[in-house]
Nanobody, 113 residues
Framework: QVQLVESGGGLVQPGGSLRLSCVVS????????MGWYRQAPGKQRELVAG???????NYLNSVKGRFTISRDDAKSTVYLQMNSLKPEDTAVYYC???????WGQGTQVTVSS
């Protein structure tokens, strides 16, 4: 069974930064597309950023220029660097293998003063 383990969430003040990590196991990571999603209370889960195995990236409009998705195939890890965080970025963040059923357990990001 594919496993994804996220880390790096926490409480940060507006304007601050966090880096999320997602370690993936039991899959050939280097040929796998990955995505970061988020779900805020009372809202639908949305795609924040995606990266293909060719390192092509795409972003939700509201995070463009602030968030950066990257990957380290040697470590089977995908990252989400989040800068200039805003209160509206508060959500549980999940990583996912492509468009599959394989999701991480989620990590809470709270942006508040």
């Amino acid at each position: 069974q594919v496993q994804l383990v996220e880390s790096g969430g926490g409480l940060v003040q507006p304007g601050g930064s966090l880096r999320l990590s997602c370690v993936v196991s039991r899959i050939i990571f280097s040929i796998t597309d990955m995505g970061w999603y988020r779900q805020a209370p009372g809202k639908q889960r949305e795609l924040v950023a995606g990266i293909t195995h060719h390192r092509e990236t795409n972003y939700l409009n509201s995070v463009k220029g602030r968030f950066t998705i990257s990957r380290d195939d040697a470590k089977s890890t995908v990252y989400l660097q989040m800068n200039s965080l805003k209160p509206e970025d508060t959500a549980v963040y999940y990583c996912r293998v492509g468009s599959t059923k394989f999701w991480g357990q989620g990590t809470q990001v709270t942006v508040s003063s």
